[in-house]
């Protein structure tokens, strides 16, 4: 049947056939026997670069615990180009790396009014990536899949209006965050 689809695909539009998925869009893809492995490393080293953040060294976590950001910061301001293009490429991680949507989402609600202790948080999650380069998704065959679900909320959390923040996250039988 795949390969009809495969034949009906390429008479209907100009296509080849070039293999096997390695790299699409930032995402590297490995495929072998036991399963699919996909992650973000080059992409991720290229932020980095980017950013200067090369040589940084690594933290555990993504944000400090029990972060606070205020609107009314003191701070002096950074370059607002700067600042949304490091956002940007931070949200495009999100795809391999949900572990940074939180501490991303928090940083991302001063994108209007960039200030340094904003920037110094969004450049934590670099160095947390600077960590994590060699982590990925890793999907194997399993004939006993269950979904699984995780949630976590702050309950009237956020300094500036007492909005509560809540997150969850979910997966299927032998998909592992490694």
Known sequence: MFEDFKEVMTKEFEMTNIGEMSYFLGVEVKQAEDGIFMSQRKYAEQILSKFRMKDCKPVSTPAKTCM??????????????????????????????????????????????????????????????????????????????????????????????????????????STIFS
């Open 68 to 173: 606070k950001l205020r609107v009314n910061s003191n701070k002096e301001f950074v370059n607002p180009t700067l600042f949304k293009s490091l956002l940007g490429s931070l949200r495009y991680l999100t795809f391999m790396g949900p572990d940074i949507i939180y501490a991303l989402g928090l940083v991302s609600r001063y994108i209007e009014t960039p200030k340094q202790d904003y920037f110094i948080t969004a450049k934590r999650i670099l160095r947390y990536i600077k960590g994590t380069l060699n982590d990925g998704l890793f999907y194997t065959h399993s004939k006993n899949a269950k979904l699984v679900g995780y949630s976590d909320n702050n309950y009237g959390g956020d300094i500036d209006d007492g909005k509560s923040t809540s997150g969850y996250a979910f997966h299927i039988g």
